[in-house]
């Protein structure tokens, strides 16, 4: 009874958040122009610390969040599709797309490019892409901040099909794995159905590019694989610091000024005042972070996490991509990952 009660106040909240504030929003959005000086895209892998760079950035004047359009809920086996989350948007549904889809940069897909259009507009009605906020600025926001976790496969394509600001956030793999496994979003992913894949868009993609690195035997071992195609076609990709801008989470953790002034000066922000406080945990944070946000140990905790062989496991996978911008190492080759993005 009390469950019911519960899900009938629910769809009562709901429907107020849409009248109030979903709706003017969208509605006020009918003919807004997506250009750089009003919209900016945030790509990241999740768990790679996004919802701390989107807060930080939230301090844009007017500014306000489109949250994880792709996100579909919980991953149960490699290459298969995750249910469609009533709460997102269900053009992403309709296009049957992949947790991770690949879109080629040379790809004619027009159902595609509109549904990112709705989405980078802020004409997608969805309750779930902006209760991370206060509903309030949604009245009077002008500055569209569009954070995607899913996203780093298609990210060239997307900024081939439009004109807005973008920003790459990269973390240390280790570090983003360990936080993955401790998640139900990813604790239960079972790596003995990798080889029953289900038809997506593109996915030869993922089968000829996973030939490499053998059979996909662990959770460990498709993480890092996910994490390296998607380092690979971004902060890898030739266009790297020239159509979009690379920023190195622990780059920020440790030298938030020079990282700020790197983003301030791609595009002519006012964030250079922030004074930002590393202890504070972003709304992402989980339980388990904490002691290791207030000991200063966000760079090394995975070190404590995840034992040897499990290191072994995603860093032979970086091996297999050529990737040598990360290692054992808590910090990345600053001069590699930013070698196309010093003159910034």
């Known amino acids: 009874m009390r469950l019911q009660i519960g899900k009938i106040f629910s769809k009562i909240n709901d429907r107020l958040i849409l009248l109030r504030h979903i709706y003017p929003f969208v509605k006020k959005n009918e003919r807004r122009l997506i250009s750089p000086n009003n919209t900016l895209c945030l790509f990241c892998q999740p768990r790679g610390g996004s919802t701390w760079l989107a807060e930080i950035l939230l301090n844009i004047s007017n500014s306000v969040l489109i949250d994880e359009p792709l996100w579909r809920g919980r991953v149960v086996a ?3 599709k995750s249910e469609y989350f009533t709460r997102k948007v269900s053009q992403i549904s309709e296009l049957n797309f992949f947790y991770n889809q690949y879109i080629p940069e040379n790809a004619d897909w027009p159902e595609a490019k509109n549904a990112f259009e709705n989405i980078l507009a802020g004409r997608a009605v969805s309750i779930g892409l902006y209760d991370e906020q206060n509903l309030r600025k949604l009245k009077h926001g002008s500055y569209y901040i569009t954070k995607f976790n899913y996203a780093n496969l298609l990210m060239p394509w997307l900024i ?17 794995i360990a936080s993955q496994l401790k998640l139900p979003s990813w604790r239960d992913i079972d790596p003995s159905q990798a080889e ?4 997506f868009p593109y996915s030869d993609f993922y089968f000829s590019a996973l030939e490499r690195i053998g059979t996909i035997d662990s959770k460990e071992k498709y993480l890092a694989s996910i994490w390296a195609l998607g380092f690979k076609h971004t902060a890898m990709h030739p266009e790297n610091g020239k159509k979009w801008l ?3 989470y622990e780059g920020l953790l440790n030298d938030n ?24 945990p972003s709304k992402s944070t989980k339980n388990h972070s904490l002691p290791y946000l207030r000991n200063n140990e966000q760079l090394s905790s995975w070190k404590k996490e995840l034992s040897s062989k499990q290191v072994n496991i995603i860093l032979n996978v970086l091996d297999k991509f050529e990737i040598d911008i990360y290692s054992g190492m808590l910090e990345p080759d600053y001069d590699k990952l930013y070698s196309m993005s010093k003159e910034l």
Do not use: G, M, W
């Open 78 to 80: 490699p290459f298969t």
């Open 160 to 176: 081939d099909q439009f004109s807005f600001s973008s920003i790459l956030l990269t973390r240390h793999p280790c570090a983003v």
């Open 196 to 199: 029953s894949s289900e038809e």
């Open 246 to 248: 690379t920023v190195s």
């Open 257 to 280: 000024q020079y990282e700020l002034k790197r983003i301030n000066e791609r595009f002519s922000l006012n964030l250079l005042s922030l004074d930002i406080d590393h202890k504070k």
